[in-house]
């Protein structure tokens, strides 16, 4: 099976302007998580999607939304971005399935540069 | 409320020799465990896992973790490192029950620089 995609893989933006990436889930899973990466703050959850429905949420401002496909691919998006925002972004899927359901596994990541 | 402490920020090692990556969490519930690799410019990938069962559970490439209960730790070790394993280990948990969703909470990572 192909691994979690994420696109894009770089993206620089200003601030001020919205961004939004894409998440493709490993085929069957039905999980998607969204973690942002600074060399600060580390790893941090914000939001899982599971059936389009927004499970769990992480302890961010509302300028971070998301949402899921019929298809189980995500988007997320950041609006009017901030200099702090500039992280890697990773997404992950797990199955959603009894006995594997709780390992999650990620995608390359998207490198956003906010300047 | 749950977390998750990698003791070493950095561990430093020569090739063929032993590594230990220490990890503690702390957490009101039964957690799942893992532990990830992140290597450079790349994402995670799963180390390995402990969700139930025997309390050693080891990876494909020499890798091996042991949970402790009582401890409350999740260390990982190596016996014999290779130059390829330098990366960054990312410790995590996750509650256990579906009900608390799938959340996981990472450590702070350890960087391993294995020289020759």
């Known amino acids: 099976k192909a691994g979690v995609t994420q696109t894009p893989r770089y993206l620089i933006k200003t601030r001020g302007q919205q961004v939004t990436l894409s998440c493709s889930p490993i085929?069957?899973?039905?999980?998607v998580s969204w973690y942002q990466q600074t060399p600060g703050q580390g790893l941090q959850f914000l939001f899982e999607?599971?059936?389009?429905?927004?499970?769990n949420k992480g302890n961010f401002p509302g300028r971070f939304s998301g949402r899921q496909f019929s298809n189980s691919r995500s988007e997320m998006n950041v609006s009017t971005l901030e200099l702090g925002d500039s992280a890697l972004y990773l997404c992950?899927?797990?199955?959603?399935?009894?006995?594997?359901?709780?390992?999650?596994?990620f995608g390359p990541g998207t490198r956003l540069l906010v300047l | 409320a749950q977390s998750v402490t990698q003791l070493d920020s950095q561990v430093p090692v020569f090739e063929e020799a032993p590594v230990e990556l220490r990890c503690n969490y702390s957490s009101s519930v039964s957690v799942y465990l893992f532990w990830y690799v992140q290597y450079p410019n790349q994402g995670l990938q799963l180390l390995l896992k402990y969700l139930s069962g025997s309390t050693l559970v080891e990876s494909i490439n020499g890798f091996e973790a042991e949970f402790n209960k009582s401890q409350t730790s999740f260390h990982l070790r190596k016996p014999s490192v290779h130059i390829s394993d330098t990366a960054e280990y990312f410790c995590a948990v996750s509650h256990r029950g579906r009900a608390a969703g799938n959340k996981l909470t990472f450590g702070g990572g350890t960087r391993v620089l294995v020289k020759p």
């Open positions: 085929s069957g899973h039905r999980s």
């Open positions: 999607y599971f059936s389009e429905t927004q499970r």
């Open positions: 992950a899927s797990r199955s959603g399935l009894a006995g594997e359901s709780e390992t999650q596994y």
